[in-house]
């Protein structure tokens, strides 16, 4: 017949340190150990890996030790749960300090039944009572306008730079370096703010300056934002003229992808357009094809806009 000492405590934040101060002398001893580090009360003992591992070493006759009650059960349902058990496979079950130190707590006859069910039901009532203090607490302290959890990593004038720093065309790596914090904390912020957003009116064309009444020349300037898809294939695919027009524009962030402002002649955008043809093909996918229409569109609004005088 062996002891077997089990420990547990409830967070990370916790330590063992006043169970084995407890148990002190049977650790002395070389009595084995049986952990459930950082395991809420709230989880059954028979389901905890720690316990388990006990139960399947534990021989007949043997004795668990804990420093107190509250380390194996917490609730009546864990203890009418476990009591069967332990009785089935001859174990018995000690508390080494407190009220109940000496007694086994397996033993079958009514008065050891009737205790430990009083107690159970104790400690259930102590958990609950510290569970609802904690709820109370924390609703208090959001009623009273205090900040729970960690200080935020960005503050509001941050948040506004960084808002205005990506949709100005800077990438959220960059940003997140510049600021010293992860992407995903970045990320969060232009998700707050609404600014990766797809636009509702991709399809719709902007506005387009330029020089003399009547439809635009061929070799008139136009200024179109030709989708972020369409730019980045045709920055490898396009000829010489289409890349050094798209190196000449402007990157606008909209939403999660982006735009490049170009200021070209109608016939270099019909190039560039036919050049991405690629990307209106079934197997391109759904959001390059509609990005190909979109620059479809703009362009053939922009041909049939009659242009005002200087």
Known sequence: MADLVYLRHSTDKQTDARQRHALAALLAAGAPVYEDPATSSRQLSLDRAGFTELLHEAAVGDTIR????????????????????????????????????????????????????ILASVLEFQRDMISENTREGV???????????????????????????YRDGTAVKALARRHQVAPKTIRRVLDAARARELPDQLDAPPATPSSQHGLPTADQDVVLDLPGLLAEHLRTAGDDAVRQALAAG???????????????????????????????????????????????????????????DN
């Open 66 to 117: 804990i420093a107190d009650a509250a380390r194996l059960f917490r609730s009546v349902a864990d203890i009418l749960a476990l009591r069967p058990v332990l009785i089935r496979r001859g174990l018995h079950l000690r508390v080494e300090s407190g009220l109940l130190s000496g007694i086994d707590l397996t033993s079958d006859d009514p008065g050891t039944k009737m205790m430990v069910s």
């Open 139 to 165: 609703a208090a302290a959001q009623a009273s306008g205090k900040t729970l959890g960690r200080p935020a990593a960005i503050d509001p004038g941050q948040a506004a730079a960084i808002v205005t720093a």
């Open 250 to 308: 402007r990157t606008i962030r909209r939403g999660q992808g982006h735009t490049v402002r170009v200021t070209a002649p109608l016939a270099l955008h019909r190039a560039a357009l036919q050049q991405s043809a690629a990307l209106a093909a079934e197997a391109a996918g759904p959001v390059a094809r509609k990005a190909h229409r979109a620059y479809a569109a703009r362009i053939t609004a922009a041909d049939q806009q009659p242009q005002p």
